[in-house]
């Protein structure tokens, strides 16, 4: 399987490159030896797209960046580079041109938003005791307790970066629609997926964290993206 390109997943707001860990052993099975997994700082667009932009150009050879949540303006920003072959967004952030998750946000506030708290150093957190309810749903108590405690706080400062030059205009998609998200609400992931210009869209009957809850699923797109080249 040395021919398809390495896979590079890119987590968003409130986790870390581990919220992967079921798809990562999904696509080992599917015999993709190329994976990894960035940690981004959170504290800006910029410095998160520097972030994914640094570990692209360590990979030698095509790259296929796929990004979850918050993870989909990362490589929105940061995916026009030669060896990008392709982007994948689950459940993800897909701004065009001067828009910013916020502004996306607001136009359809999301279930869970009553559920987020700022804290005094300027980070926007997701309640604990709502994180399942609010982020996961369809995991087990103990996965969501657990993603709760460990979540990765972002500066809600991120929240209004915008984009500057998508790299979806230029590079082919895929996007995967949870039905049941609480974070990003459905109707703005439609219509993001929807002016993609996708190669193909499909949509889970998934929390937020379809990346946890439907491994198979999600790698299964994100297999046949790579295979696309």
Not at 97 to 116: W, Y
Not at 129 to 139: A, I, N, T, V
Not at 152 to 175: C, E, N, Q, R
Not at 178 to 202: F, H, Y
Request: with cysteine.
């Amino acid at each position: 399987m040395s021919n398809k390109p390495t896979v590079v997943l890119v987590h968003g707001f409130w986790g870390g490159a581990a919220h992967w860990a079921k798809v990562i052993v999904e696509l080992s099975r599917k015999g993709h030896t190329g994976i990894r997994a960035v940690e981004l700082p959170l504290t800006s667009l910029a410095d998160d797209a520097q972030r994914l932009r640094k570990m692209v150009a360590q990979v030698d050879g095509p790259v296929l960046l796929v990004g979850h949540s918050y993870g989909g303006a990362v490589i929105t920003q940061a995916g026009d580079l030669p060896n990008v072959t392709g982007l994948v967004y689950i459940a993800a952030f897909a701004p065009d041109a001067g828009e910013s998750p916020g502004g996306i946000t607001q136009e359809h506030p999301p279930v869970a938003v009553p559920n987020l708290a700022p804290d005094s150093d300027g980070y926007l957190w997701v309640k604990p005791e709502k994180f399942h309810e609010s982020f996961c749903q369809d995991l087990t108590p103990d996965e969501g307790l657990v993603m709760g405690v460990t979540q990765k706080a972002p500066l809600a400062s991120t929240f209004g970066d915008a984009i500057t030059a998508p790299a979806w205009k230029k590079k082919p998609s895929w996007y995967q629609i949870s039905s049941d998200d609480r974070m990003i609400a459905p109707a703005n992931q439609e219509r993001m997926s929807a002016r993609l210009g996708a190669k193909k869209v499909i949509t889970l009957a998934a929390s937020h964290a379809s990346l946890a809850s439907k491994p198979v699923e999600v790698a299964a797109l994100i297999d046949e993206a790579a295979s696309a080249g």
